[in-house]
């Protein structure tokens, strides 16, 4: 990647900083586990372009409105729109914590954040399962010869698709999280660190009581390795276990590709083709605003044909003399 700006002493640090003073660090340090790693190629992408190494070796509180402003638009010929104004919000982000480190004067930090998103107006992304494409992960999860796998992966599809839980929430569940009287799990490592509660019912109670059973209520995480001789190891999975086993479930199950975040958006979808508010709908996902809600919905084109015909036309034919 090409830098836009010379390096110099103006932009690159030469000598490190502590990390506690490094507005970088501090803004990946308030995300996420899961939102670490994508936000930190973010910065990266910003660094290098502005001639550093990474966003370590960056000298945020140098930064102007014509560094942001030529950091905008080599973005938008590189990438997509939601992409670039995920760097462009972790741009920002970034300066701020240089502004509130008193590494840039108010009047430089007002300048230089003062540059415009990218319009998006795209097909939306991803897809919706079909109830089939469901009911094939879930049977191929009974059927595997492995119980113990079997157990959990379909517990933590039931948390996936019934909860509409992203699967950094779900890989940082512990058991003490699960209500199993009320069948309340507690989410309280939503994004942005916004805890909420989901309701795991209709048959995800079942599933995931079973899991527990087997697992055995010892203190730790809920969903955990399990060995190919069915020993579970009391620790976290990563992310990109539950990916993985995704991918090698569609398979088997001959399943068109898709992510962990369609499950997500199946739970929007789904429940919003069965007549729930999009308010609540809101609140289930952890959304904070509802246009992101309305971006999640995958119904099918028939839902808005259906709205279309409710819609009445008074008019009346002329009658032929």
Same mark, same amino acid.
């Given at each position: 990647?090409?830098?836009?700006?010379?390096?110099?002493?103006?932009?690159?640090?030469?000598?490190?900083?502590?990390?506690?003073?490094?507005?970088?660090?501090?803004?990946?340090?308030?995300?996420?586990?899961?939102?670490?790693?994508?936000?930190?190629?973010?910065?990266?992408?910003?660094?290098?372009?502005?001639?550093? /190494?990474?966003? =370590?070796?960056?000298?945020? &509180?140098?930064?102007?409105?014509?560094?942001? @402003?030529? *950091?905008? $638009?080599?973005?938008?010929?590189?990438?997509?729109?939601?992409?670039?104004?995920?760097?462009?919000?972790?741009?920002?982000?970034?300066?701020?914590?240089?502004?509130?480190?008193?590494?840039?004067?108010?009047?430089?930090?007002?300048?230089?954040?003062d540059i415009e998103g990218v319009s998006n107006?795209?097909?939306?992304?991803?897809?919706?399962?079909?109830?089939?494409?469901?009911?094939?992960?879930?049977?191929?999860?009974?059927?595997?010869?492995?119980?113990?796998?079997?157990?959990?992966?379909?517990?933590?599809?039931?948390?996936?698709?019934?909860?509409?839980?992203?699967?950094?929430?779900?890989?940082?569940?512990?058991?003490?999280?699960?209500?199993?009287? /009320?069948?309340? =799990?507690?989410?309280?490592? &939503?994004?942005?660190?916004?805890?909420?509660? @989901?309701? *795991?019912? $209709?048959?995800?109670?079942?599933?995931?009581?079973?899991?527990?059973?087997?697992?055995g209520n010892e203190p730790g995480p809920l969903?955990?390795?399990?060995?190919?001789?069915?020993?579970?190891?009391?620790?976290?999975?990563?992310?990109?276990?539950?990916?993985?086993?995704?991918?090698?479930?569609?398979?088997?199950?001959?399943?068109?590709?898709?992510?962990?975040?369609?499950?997500?958006?199946?739970?929007?979808?789904?429940?919003?083709?069965?007549?729930?508010?999009?308010?609540?709908?809101?609140?289930?996902?952890?959304?904070?605003?509802?246009?992101?809600?309305?971006?999640?919905?995958?119904?099918?084109?028939?839902?808005?044909?259906?709205?279309?015909?409710?819609?009445?036309?008074?008019?009346?034919?002329?009658?032929?003399?």
């Open positions: 990647m090409s830098n836009l700006i010379k390096r110099d002493e103006t932009i690159v640090l030469i000598s490190s900083v502590p990390l506690d003073t490094h507005p970088a660090a501090i803004y990946l340090a308030s995300l996420q586990p899961g939102s670490r790693r994508s936000q930190k190629h973010a910065l990266d992408v910003v660094a290098r372009l502005l001639g550093a /190494n990474d966003c =370590l070796t960056l000298n945020w &509180g140098a930064l102007r409105y014509q560094h942001t @402003a030529a *950091v905008r $638009s080599a973005i938008i010929e590189r990438y997509a729109p939601a992409t670039a104004n995920k760097i462009l919000c972790a741009l920002r982000k970034t300066i701020k914590n240089a502004w509130r480190l008193g590494q840039i004067p108010s009047e430089e930090y007002y300048r230089a954040v107006i795209t097909l939306p992304a991803g897809r919706e399962l079909s109830a089939g494409e469901i009911s094939a992960l879930f049977q191929n999860c009974e059927d595997d010869p492995n119980p113990v796998i079997g157990a959990r992966d379909s517990a933590m599809i039931a948390i996936a698709y019934g909860c509409g839980a992203r699967r950094a929430e779900i890989m940082s569940i512990s058991i003490e999280d699960y209500n199993p009287e /009320n069948n309340e =799990l507690n989410i309280l490592h &939503g994004k942005r660190n916004k805890p909420r509660i @989901a309701h *795991v019912v $209709s048959g995800g109670d079942k599933l995931l009581r079973r899991w527990i059973s087997i697992r969903f955990c390795p399990v060995t190919k001789t069915g020993r579970i190891i009391i620790r976290s999975m990563t992310s990109q276990a539950f990916y993985v086993m995704l991918q090698r479930r569609a398979a088997k199950a001959n399943i068109n590709n898709f992510s962990p975040h369609d499950l997500r958006r199946s739970f929007v979808s789904n429940l919003l083709a069965a007549g729930a508010d999009i308010a609540t709908v809101a609140k289930m996902a952890g959304h904070s605003s509802i246009q992101t809600t309305v971006r999640y919905d995958r119904r099918p084109e028939e839902t808005t044909r259906q709205a279309a015909s409710l819609l009445h036309i008074p008019f009346r034919d002329k009658k032929k003399p």
